[in-house]
């Protein structure tokens, strides 16, 4: 019987033990499929677990088992059914060179058995996955084998497909894995599991068996949702890369990618690389986007296409017909995240829809909990489920000093927002959120003149797109206690970190809703100082005037001390800038005596500071420099990086007019650097102006032009017409210096311009170098001439001056103009 095959000499022992098919799977424990596949040479070489259960079974003597395991051996060198390729993609894998190198390495390392290319639908990670198998084909002796899990409706398919896959045929359906580990054995195999994501769990259950049995099997695995199994490791498949500036949109590989397949489809977009950079900055380098919206070039523009995607990416469909649903449709890749959600990670991804340019975990708790100071146990929810969240690809962390932040791809984020208004629950979400703000507002709010400032700056600049969704909101729902504490929470934070304009908008229209109210309220009285103070750092004096005694007489009916010194202070600058010294001084001294009655170190401190500023804006420069010094030695105890700057700035211009140069610059450069770390925009404005006004006394003409156009172009962004006044006199003194008459009396005749407007007159200091300018221009042009270029300048707009009256042929930039 040397010859026989197992399947016969399987029949022949049964038949002679009197045995059916059925018996003899009762009395081994398997399968009559199995007995059957046996038999009929279906399944041949079957395990040594599975002969010891048929020799038993049969009552063999150890002739008839050697003889039937002998041939068991014959049956399993035959050659196997082949294993399933991998597929050959369709297009060229473009962009992926960093990704294709860093997670072929990993592969390629022995301590990587499980590799798992994870990221959200439509990233990329089958192209990913197909091209990392066939750069590491050779590391592996016994080939590669892909298994794909897509089409797999039901989760315990996951076995049965590897064995598909690799051409196996186990025995006993109730020990697949074991039968699957068991026939792998030994060899250098590469199994490719592709889009795990919706089997996840018996998909880890069958890999850590198959790692457990098989010591040289690898595996790669494409999922949206990690396995979370021992040995696995994760590397995340990245956007494409977008363009990095505008001289190398071409170099962009998602640039790359969208002209490629619009090109494909018979629209060559190449005289659009611009648009094509704006349309795939929008879709934040998803490929799969980028492949459906370069569809769309068949029935738009690019340019149109652009417009499209600002307003909705709904837009996002007509994928290949043969994709299956999730690829054919942006909403549809992400729908297939969604739906294998579990009610709480719906609820959250909805809600978390809410924020825009990222959250905290305490943000997330909050609106989770509908609290505006989540507990322990609302943390630990939201930690729980935003974690699961990042595990499926829908959510992204990043972790910036100690903090760990979130945030969702724009494509993500408006399917998770339809989802949330789908069910209702928009605006109790946005009012949660507004909750959340107006409480971090005003937590930071106390925090922005101490040792910590520039940390709170910060804190508050990187909320900044929720701190405007949250007042947005507000003020679109008439939330009038929200919008009032929330506008007037930031009114110090815009001024510090220059939104002038904007934080203006939003106090006005906050206390627009708040109307005329009989009782004031310290929230009404806050905000009416932050819109009087803003409108005077954009010197709309009339304006100021009236915002800040109106909230002078609401501090004073609430016996607020503080709140009238420090309006005191804003209604002195008002007066400072108009000219009015004698009322600046008299305001600054009533604020200090304010602040000394309630022992208000900073008040004080502040107090000194302007009258400082007072007094050397009139040519006082001695009493100015007393003044300013008692400042600096009190904001450095207190750690207030603002006071700090604005001393170092005094007394560095303070130092100039007196012609200690040297001694300015080291002061003003100082306040440079202060307020460059702070991110204090007014105090680099500053300091940028005076550091010109030095380099111009030295003659370094060309480094004073360098300093005074980045001070001009700060004030004026930021809406200081006064100061861009001042800086456009300097500069005009400059022009005078390099023989640019005509110029220099166009620029004179541009601040003046600006001062008439506003109603401030030229500053006592600068009085002497101001006239002294104008007679050298008079002098060196005749009459028509300067009369011609001033009135030039008096008619250009601020916005408009860099380039509103020509130089030479010759010069294109601003500097050379001088």
Not at 183 to 210: K, M, Y
Request: with cysteine; proline share 4%.
């Amino acid at each position: 019987m040397q010859g026989t095959g197992f399947g016969d000499l399987l029949r022949r022992h049964r038949r002679e033990a009197g045995l059916s098919q059925e018996r003899l799977a009762e009395l081994a424990g398997l399968s009559v499929d199995a007995i059957a596949a046996l038999e009929r040479g279906r399944r041949r070489a079957p395990r040594p677990h599975t002969l010891r259960l048929l020799g038993d079974a049969l009552r063999l003597g150890t002739p008839d088992l050697t003889e039937l395991a002998a041939a068991a051996r014959r049956d399993g060198d035959t050659p196997r059914s082949p294993m399933r390729p991998l597929p050959v993609a369709a297009n060229e894998l473009l962009g992926r060179a960093t990704e294709l190198t860093d997670t072929s390495r990993l592969l390629g390392e022995k301590v990587t058995r499980l590799l798992t290319l994870s990221g959200p639908g439509g990233v990329g990670k089958t192209q990913l996955g197909i091209a990392v198998a066939g750069a590491v084909r050779d590391k592996f002796a016994d080939g590669i084998c892909w298994v794909p899990l897509a089409p797999m409706a039901e989760a315990a398919a996951v076995a049965p497909s590897i064995a598909a896959s690799t051409g196996l045929h186990p025995l006993d359906g109730g020990r697949l894995v074991e039968e699957i580990a068991d026939q792998i054995g030994r060899r250098h195999l590469l199994l490719v599991l592709d889009n795990c994501e919706h089997v996840i769990g018996d998909a880890a259950l069958v890999c850590t068996a198959l790692l457990e049995q098989c010591p040289n099997l690898s595996l790669l695995t494409t999922s949206r949702e990690l396995l979370r199994i021992p040995g696995e490791t994760v590397y995340v498949v990245p956007p494409l890369a977008l363009p990095e500036s505008d001289q190398q949109l071409e170099a962009s590989p998602a640039v790359r990618l969208f002209v490629d397949r619009a090109t494909a489809r018979g629209h060559e977009p190449t005289e659009q690389i611009d648009q094509v950079a704006r349309v795939v900055r929008r879709l934040e380098g998803m490929p799969l986007a980028i492949e459906l919206a370069a569809a769309r070039t068949n029935v738009l523009t690019v340019e149109e296409l652009a417009v499209e995607l600002e307003s909705s990416f709904g837009i996002l469909s007509g994928g290949s017909s043969t994709a299956g649903p999730r690829q054919q449709s942006l909403s549809g890749a992400i729908g297939w995240s969604y739906d294998l959600l579990a009610p709480p990670e719906r609820e959250l991804f909805g809600l978390l829809s809410v924020f825009v340019g990222g959250w905290t975990l305490n943000a997330a708790a909050a609106v989770l909990a509908g609290k505006t100071n989540p507990g322990p146990i609302e943390r630990a929810a939201a930690l729980d489920l935003t974690g699961r969240l990042v595990d499926k690809s829908l959510v992204r962390v990043s972790r910036d000093r100690g903090i760990a932040r979130y945030d969702m791809l724009e494509v993500i984020r408006e399917f998770a927002a339809g989802q949330l208004a789908t069910a209702g629950r928009t605006d109790e979400a946005a009012r949660h959120h507004a909750a959340f703000y107006r409480t971090l507002a005003e937590e930071a709010e106390s925090h922005l003149r101490g040792a910590n400032q520039g940390d709170w700056l910060d804190r508050l600049d990187g909320e900044l797109d929720n701190l405007r969704v949250a007042i947005a909101w507000a003020l679109r729902a008439r939330a009038t206690d929200e919008a009032v504490r929330l506008s007037g929470g930031l009114w110090l934070f815009c001024y510090l970190r220059g939104y002038y304009a904007e934080g203006s908008e939003w106090l006005v229209r906050a206390l627009a809703l708040a109307g005329e109210s009989p009782t004031p309220t310290a929230a009404t009285a806050k905000a009416s100082l932050g819109a009087g103070m803003l409108a005077f750092l954009q010197c709309e004096y009339d304006e100021a005037t009236a915002r800040l005694e109106s909230a002078l007489a609401q501090y004073q009916e609430l016996d607020d001390t503080a709140g009238t010194a420090l309006v005191m202070q804003r209604l002195g600058g008002v007066a400072r800038e108009r000219g009015d010294y004698v009322t600046a001084e008299n305001l600054h001294c009533q604020s200090f005596d304010l602040y000394e009655s309630l022992r208000d170190r900073s008040g004080m401190a502040w107090a000194h500071n302007h009258l400082g500023f007072v007094a050397w804006l009139r040519g006082d420069l001695e009493v100015a420099a007393r003044r300013c010094r008692k400042a600096q030695d009190s904001f450095r105890v207190l750690g207030d990086g603002e006071g700090l700057a604005w001393s170092l700035i005094s007394l560095g211009t303070i130092a100039q007019y007196s012609g200690e140069l040297t001694e300015a610059e080291d002061l003003l450069q100082e306040s440079l650097a202060l307020s460059q770390r702070l991110g204090y925009r007014e105090g680099v404005a500053w300091s940028l102006n005076q550091l010109g006004i030095v380099e111009r006394r030295r003659g370094l003409t060309e480094r004073a032009v360098h300093l005074l156009d980045e001070s001009l172009a700060e004030h004026r962004d930021l809406g200081d017409r006064w100061r861009s006044a001042s800086v456009l006199e300097e500069l005009a003194t400059v022009a005078k210096q390099r023989n640019r008459s005509e110029y220099a009396a166009f620029l004179l005749g541009a601040a003046d311009g600006i001062r008439e407007v506003i109603g401030a007159p030229v500053p006592e200091v600068e009085k002497a170098d101001h006239q002294a300018t104008r007679q050298a221009i008079e002098q060196s042009l005749n009459r028509h001439a300067f009369r011609a270029a001033w009135s030039a300048g008096r008619a250009t707009p601020l916005s408009a001056v860099a380039d509103g009256y020509p130089g030479p042929a010759t010069s294109p930039d601003r500097s050379s103009r001088l």
